[in-house]
């Protein structure tokens, strides 16, 4: 059985954890991670891993960039997987989650859903062949209350698209302050913040005459709490590398 750390467990996120934990009979969450420790679980909760003292397999995150220091330093001690799906990361800090995947195995990606990184490898391939003679621009659309911009995702498939080209495209935020015609090697990228939005991606292909959208609607997100859970699963047994959801799906 799969002995799970539930980093973020008092978030919404890290109780569908809880809930999809219940639910399979191959995983046990041993343990709560979270600066709010009034939620109540069915598992012991801790502010801080070092007060965990049992055994444990795999760490999955749903928390905040700030945990990420504890998180890295405790895996590292114990070369303990870590999956983490948080997003909205600094450069300092991935080249950190980079250097620490030498010594451990670490599970990133900016989304957590099977179908967004099938729509990476989608976009990919359109890029290969429309890239040189269409403009292309990604829309993501969230909830209210998310807080970067634009989101992981978004940034995940400029990454997925700049891959399938020749060249190295600029990437454009919005448009208010850029007053000129859009130029060849742009890659446009807008967020859109309202409502109860899950998250909703489209990446358009835009050409002479013609149109391509590839587009990614995410009803619940229960669909990222289930790709973290398959990711652990596959985690286990890891001693380092940094790993993603195209190694899962392979």
Not at 100 to 117: D, E, L, Q, T, Y
Not at 202 to 216: K, N, Y
């Amino acid at each position: 059985m799969l002995k799970i750390i539930n980093s973020g467990y008092s978030g919404y996120m890290g109780r569908v954890i809880t809930d999809i934990a219940e639910a399979d009979r191959d995983v046990k969450i041993v343990a709560g991670l979270d600066l709010n420790t009034d939620v109540r679980a069915d598992y012991p909760v801790f502010k801080n891993l070092r007060e965990f003292h049992d055994a444990a397999d795999v760490v999955i995150d749903f928390s905040h960039p700030s945990a990420l220091d504890g998180l890295l330093a405790y895996c590292i001690t114990k070369v303990m997987p870590l999956v983490l799906c948080t997003t909205g990361y600094t450069a300092q800090q991935l080249e950190a989650i980079e250097i620490a995947s030498k010594k451990m195995p670490i599970f990133r990606s900016g989304n957590m859903s099977v179908g967004i990184n099938l729509l990476s490898e989608l976009i990919k391939r359109a890029a290969q062949t429309l890239g040189d003679d269409f403009d292309i621009e990604i829309v993501e659309k969230h909830h209210r209350r998310k807080v970067d911009a634009p989101s992981g995702t978004a940034l995940m498939l400029s990454d997925a698209v700049a891959s399938g080209l020749a060249y190295e495209p600029e990437l454009v935020y919005e448009r208010e302050s850029v007053r000129k015609a859009r130029s060849a090697g742009e890659i446009g990228i807008s967020a859109v913040r309202g409502g109860t939005i899950v998250g909703i991606h489209e990446v358009i292909f835009a050409g002479q005459d013609e149109v391509i959208e590839l587009r990614h609607t995410a009803a619940s997100r229960d669909i990222f709490a289930l790709g973290a859970m398959r990711a652990a699963k596959f985690m286990a047994g890891k001693t380092s590398g940094l790993y993603n959801m195209k190694d899962v799906l392979c």
